[in-house]
């Protein structure tokens, strides 16, 4: 022993070890882990630690012996597995091997011998003494699970090591092979079973001579078919059911030698009546079927197939019927289906002889069913299941089948035709299977010739008159035809590309000319699915067609086409609805209904339509923002961008303010997009365009609406004559006498907001603002301006504000002034922030909630401050107004203060601000009704005047109200709420008689949820 | 009760049961539209679908926009009520109490023995209810339910026949009095029922006692 380490120290670690093994592992190992570094470095020798060992191995102390054992095991397991020689290997083994009759330390010896294995000395030659014992002497059941899996740990490390040796020589073979089947025989434990199992596959997959243990083998498996296991809580070893099962299932399908056992047993597990028995049969079938190959398959396919055909024809969930009741992770039909893909896949793999056996005797069995018109689906399935293999199954089934689907073709009513249909889209989907991989890109190129090809038309026939030859109320065959039609799109190299265009304009006509709302469904899917493959096609043939029908003029009413009647809005519904995302077709949509604008607008009679045109423009545009990347718009832009301004001017469009507004946004959309280096060139001529030529900053023109989208959308770093601009206009407005529509001033309005938000400073502001003049109309411009301001929190508009909350308790001006607040936060779409461009409008993510934080505590002081009521209403509309367009989630931790301003609020006579109030308080008992509790009962009887039909509880007050106490029930606890039960009761029946349906409705529900109040839940 | 005396009835299913047609006019709330606003605004659903999609919100800030601005024109003395102040003006378009309403509250009770309602089971029709308005609001107004029960014996058609007068006793203004028949010829005791039914005393008995309450309160939780 060297210097460095001396026996006091080893003592001391071996008892450590020893004091440690059984009670902290990880200490143990620690310290074993110390010691074999000593070992490995040459400081200290085996022997030494066996001699240091040795009082305890022999001590007749059971515990002790056990210890000590453990202890050499562990340190053993610890070392490297080249540092002990030969000698010490073969010294040490026999040791282990002499104390094999000390039962009670059988586990750590068996762990000591398994890393003694894995040593580089161990040769094989020792292997049979390491099995012997195993074999003979040691009698699994008799150990517990942690014992007995270092058994299986000794094996699995002897094969990982010697498999070579072991194939070499077949003594060795048959020992190995006996000792695990005795030692895995009667195993329970869920972590031993797992290395049982591996450890069968792997001798049935890497050992030869096992042809004559295959029946014990297959046994000591299948005894656990069909296996399950729940895990306990703290389970230490993470071991879940589908791990034992999958386990299970691959040692089950390790070896073809097993094929004769495997397929005879799970057919009789097919009877089970458990589904999940049935599945995890029918799963390690066909995993089966895949191992062992065409020869066994064609042995075994007759009792599999009648096993399979009556879960198929007699399964409980052949209809789905149960997939919606109950959460099944799988589905019995259908992977009874595949095991007979898979089986069917093997026996042409093997030869085709077998599989036309197969495929006959399948055949001959269901074709009564086609006859008698039974099981037609399951019948259908499992053809089409047989299938799908690849083109060759695809043709034989095919041939057989489709001659029996067309025979009588001729005379079918409409149940048969509708059996036909559903009978022929299995077969749709095992050609779109099988050849789909043929070529998965391109729909479109050539497949080989197949039969289905050849009863193409007989099929578009059958489609064709189940859509168009039906009446209107067969909407079942309708919808049917639809799906199937859309399948035969998909169908890879079915269609040519005519019978893809007869098959849009199908679905085109159908879509417009029904009612109903599944079939618009399907029709609306078959086109998506179309324009993925066909779209310029579906363009074509739908889009074109359907803005053609947009052609007719004659206001919105319906437009002919053939006989019969559709409605603009109709067309405009489908057109927004299948457009949706898909480049072209948005691009050609935008295109085709701009000139239809364009057309439209020179007729005066046309507002209306040009109305309905522009508002589905607009959400054309508004709704595909993602596709309009820079070129697109770019294109657009040339493309449309001077019809529609010259169809702006127009009366029908130029004197309409939707459709005004309407024309600007869409012009605004456009522009936003397009690429920033042209905004400067485009500002320029926007001026040019109104400011010089039209003069609108001269003479109010509604053709202001246009210039102030127009300027929303360019880039803000862009060169603006913004203070020639914002003076002009603020004197344009302040003109006395001047004759100037409503629609032009909210106008010129919104362009100073515009401008002092993105261009204007603030010091130029105020020199041209005169907060001095209290004229309504200049408050107006200040609002305005404040507004732009606000939004991109500027200084100067708290100081606008503050101005404006003095003027409040102006008793002649201050209810105006107080309509003036719900400016600031009310959300224009002209100061919107479009997302990804950052360069249009200033807008503050939380210039609201900053807004709102100086405001409301002004206006609360204000409020306690003056003791006029007329003033103190002016701060309660003025909050009122701010409320109704903040957000309830930057409100609610300012409520407390509010309470009683809300509360008196809803007094007011004026309906707007009750309603606002209302729902502030509404807000505050759903997020934070701890604010709301203590004052519930001063709000019950509130709220129980505001349900009576008066001027100013409009239908709105009256329903918040009623959500109110609804709500109550669910926020305010019950010993808050209960002492007011009766009155609430009482009280709503005033709204029981209420002249509103929805008022009277939400009236019996919250009454209802008042009487069952406290009520003690029934069962 | 271990065995249901009626195991299987013809069901209908849910979506089948008569309903409301979806009033458009319903989502727009805007009282101070115009006709042609209002119009426009009906273009606008039928294209779109829906109130929640921008180009609606547009149009109805443009409509706000206008008519608040008029009106705060026109108010040359600062007020705090409405824009209209001519009690005439202020009139909403009345709803009335139909028989698809009264359906409706009473369709979706659920049968004691079934796990289904009573619109499922067809023991409530839409055809057997009978809403004899009085124009007068003082003056007592009718409501007639016949109910038809799965079998003729069936010994549960009191306790639907409460379940539902409970439910329209609270569901109903006061103005209405609920008479509750089974239909002529769906039971033996077809008279003795009514009776039972109609029996003010009787009913305000059953409603005291509170087990009964309980079933019924479970019938109840079905109701949208």
């Known amino acids: 022993m060297s210097q460095s380490y001396s026996t006091q120290m080893l003592n001391a670690d071996v008892i450590s070890v020893i004091a440690n093994v059984a009670a902290n592992e990880s200490k143990a190992i620690e310290v074993a882990s110390h010691i074999a570094s000593k070992i490995s470095d040459g400081e200290l020798k085996l022997v030494e630690l066996v001699i240091c060992l040795r009082d305890f191995i022999i001590s007749p102390d059971h515990t002790e012996r056990k210890n000590a054992l453990c202890s050499l095991s562990v340190i053993l397991g610890q070392l490297p597995k080249q540092i002990l020689s030969k000698n010490d290997v073969s010294v040490i083994l026999d040791f282990y091997l002499g104390k094999f009759d000390d039962t009670s330390c059988l586990e750590e010896i068996l762990h000591g011998i398994s890393s003694i294995i894995e040593m580089k000395c161990f040769y094989c030659n020792q292997i049979a003494s390491v099995l012997n014992p195993l074999k003979d002497d040691y009698q699994p059941t008799q150990h517990l699970a942690a014992t007995r899996y270092y058994a299986f740990l000794i094996l699995d490390h002897v094969l990982e090591r010697f498999q070579t040796d072991i194939l070499k020589n077949v003594n060795m073979n048959n020992l190995f092979v006996e000792t695990f089947l005795s030692v895995a025989a009667g195993e329970k434990d869920p972590r031993n079973l797992l290395i049982s199992f591996q450890l069968n596959s792997k001798i049935s997959g890497t050992l030869n001579e096992i042809s004559h243990f295959k029946e014990d083998l297959f046994d000591t498996l299948f005894c656990y078919f069909p296996i399950t296991f729940k895990p306990p809580k703290n389970d230490p070893y993470k071991i879940s059911n589908d791990d034992l099962k999958l386990a299970l299932r691959n040692a089950i399908s390790s070896n073809v030698l097993y094929e004769e056992d495997a397929f005879g047993n799970l057919v009789d597990k097919m009877t089970a009546s458990s589904p999940t028995v049935k599945n995890d049969t029918l799963l390690t079938m066909k995993a089966c079927i895949e191992k062992f190959g065409g020869e066994a398959c064609f042995k075994n396919w007759m009792p599999i197939w009648n096993a399979l055909k009556f879960e198929i024809m007699q399964g409980s969930d052949v209809d789905g019927s149960n997939a919606g009741s109950t959460l099944i992770e799988f589905d019995n039909y259908e992977d009874s289906l595949r095991v007979l893909t898979a089986l069917s896949a093997q026996l042409i793999g093997y030869k085709e002889g077998a599989f036309d056996k197969f495929r006959n005797h399948i055949f001959d069995e269901l074709k009564p069913n086609f006859r008698y018109e039974k099981d037609l689906k399951q019948s259908c399935a499992v053809l089409s299941a047989m299938s799908k293999v690849n083109t060759v199954t695809f043709e034989k089934i095919l041939s057989d089948v489709l001659v029996l689907f067309f025979q009588d073709v001729n005379d079918l009513n409409l149940n048969k035709q509708k059996l036909l249909m559903l009978n022929l889209s299995s077969f749709f989907d095992a050609y779109i299977e099988v050849f789909r991989e043929n070529n998965n890109t391109q729909v479109s190129k050539k497949v080989p010739g197949n039969k289905l090809a050849e009863y193409k038309d007989e099929i578009l026939m059958l489609l064709s008159k189940g859509l168009k030859g039906s009446s209107e109320s067969e909407v079942t065959l309708k919808t049917l035809s639809v799906v199937q039609m859309t399948k035969l799109v998909k169908m890879p190299g079915y269609l040519i590309e005519e019978e893809v265009s007869l098959i849009v304009q199908y679905l085109t006509e159908t879509i417009l000319t029904n009612d109903n709302k599944n079939l618009y469904f399907v029709c609306l899917e078959g086109l998506k699915a179309t324009s993925e493959t066909w779209e310029s096609t579906v363009v074509e043939y739908s889009l074109d067609q359907m803005l053609d029908l947009l052609k007719n003029k004659g206001l919105s009413a319906s437009l002919l086409s053939g006989k019969e009647a559709i409605n603009a809005e109709k067309v405009l519904k489908v057109l927004l609805d299948f457009t949706s995302s898909r480049h072209k077709l948005v691009v050609e949509s935008i295109i085709g209904v701009t000139e239809r604008i364009f057309e439209n607008s020179k007729d005066r009679g046309e507002a209306e339509s040009c109305f309905m045109l522009l508002s589905c423009l607009y959400s054309l545009l508004d709704s595909n923002q993602e596709i309009l990347v820079e070129d697109v718009a770019a294109k657009l832009k040339s493309t449309v961008e001077a019809k529609l301004l010259a169809a702006a001017m127009e009366e029908s469009i130029y004197n309409d303010d939707h459709n005004l507004t309407l024309i600007s946004s869409v012009l605004f959309f456009i522009n936003v997009h397009t690429s920033r280096s042209t905004h400067q060139a485009e500002i320029n001529r926007c001026q040019h365009m109104f400011v010089k030529d039209s003069k609108v900053m001269e003479i109010p023109k509604r053709s202001v609406m246009l210039f102030v989208k127009l300027l929303s959308a360019f880039d803000k770093t862009c060169k603006l004559d913004v203070e020639n601009l914002v003076s002009k206009c603020v004197n344009l407005l302040g003109t006395q006498g001047l004759e100037i529509s409503e629609f032009e001033k909210l106008s010129y309005l919104e362009l100073l907001a515009v401008l002092t938000n993105k261009w204007c400073s603030d010091e130029f502001l105020k020199t041209v603002l005169d907060i001095e003049n209290c004229s309504i109309n200049n408050l107006q411009i200040i609002a305005w301006c404040t507004k732009g301001l606000a939004m991109k929190n500027s200084p100067l508009a708290v100081k606008f504000i503050k101005e404006l909350i003095r003027l409040l308790a102006d008793v002649a001006i201050g209810s105006q002034v107080a309509s003036l607040f719900e400016i600031f936060v009310m959300d224009i779409p002209t100061l919107d922030r479009i997302k990804g461009i950052p360069w249009d409008n200033n807008v503050m993510l939380l210039y609201k909630q900053k807004l709102f934080g100086d405001v409301a505590p002004q206006l609360v002081i204000a409020y306690g401050e003056t003791d006029d009521m007329l003033v103190k209403a002016n701060y309660l509309m003025a909050l009122s107004y701010v409320l109704k367009n903040t957000p309830n989630r930057i409100t609610v931790n300012y409520i407390p203060k509010l309470l009683a301003l809300l509360l008196q609020a809803v007094t007011l006579d004026n309906s707007e601000v009750r309603f606002s109030a209302l729902s502030t308080i509404r807000g505050t008992v759903e997020q934070a009704p701890q604010f709301i509790t203590e004052h519930v009962h001063s709000l019950i009887p509130l709220l129980i005047d505001l349900l009576r039909p008066t001027k100013h509880n409009s239908y709105m007050v009256r329903l918040t109200a009623l959500g109110i106490l609804r709500d109550f029930t669910e926020h305010v606890p019950l010993n808050y709420l209960l002492p007011f039960k009766d009155d609430i009761i009482a009280g709503l029946g005033v709204a029981l008689d209420d002249k509103k349906r929805n008022v009277r409705k939400l009236c019996t529900d919250a009454r209802q949820t008042y009487f069952e109040l406290g009520q003690v839940p029934f069962d | ?224």
């Open chain 2, 1 to 224: 009760m271990s065995e249901f005396i009626n195991e299987n009835p013809d069901i209908l299913d849910e979506s089948l049961l008569p309903s409301r047609l979806e009033d458009k006019n319903d989502a727009i709330w805007d009282k101070n539209l115009n006709v042609g606003n209002l119009q426009r605004r009906l273009h606008l659903l039928n294209i779109h679908q829906t109130t929640d999609c921008k180009v609606y919100r547009n149009i109805e800030l443009v409509d706000k926009l206008l008519s608040q601005r008029t009106a705060s024109n026109n108010l040359h003395t600062p007020d705090l009520t409405d824009a209209e102040t001519e009690e005439s003006e202020y009139e909403e378009a009345e709803d009335p109490i139909d028989a698809q309403e009264i359906y409706d509250m009473i369709a979706h009770i659920s049968d004691p023995e079934h796990p289904l309602t009573l619109g499922q089971l067809a023991v409530v029709n839409l055809s057997d209810i009978e809403v004899r308005e009085k124009c007068d609001k003082t003056k007592i107004s009718e409501v007639v339910v016949k109910i038809t029960p799965t079998i003729t014996h069936c010994s549960l058609a009191t306790l639907i026949g409460l379940g539902i007068r409970v439910r329209l006793e609270r569901s109903l203004p006061s103005r209405y009095r609920i008479n509750i028949l089974l239909k002529e010829g769906s039971h033996q005791s077809e008279n003795q029922v009514n009776k039972q039914l109609n029996d003010k005393e009787r009913v305000a008995a059953a409603c005291e006692n509170d087990q009964l309450l309980g079933v019924v309160s479970k019938m109840l939780s079905t109701c949208k």
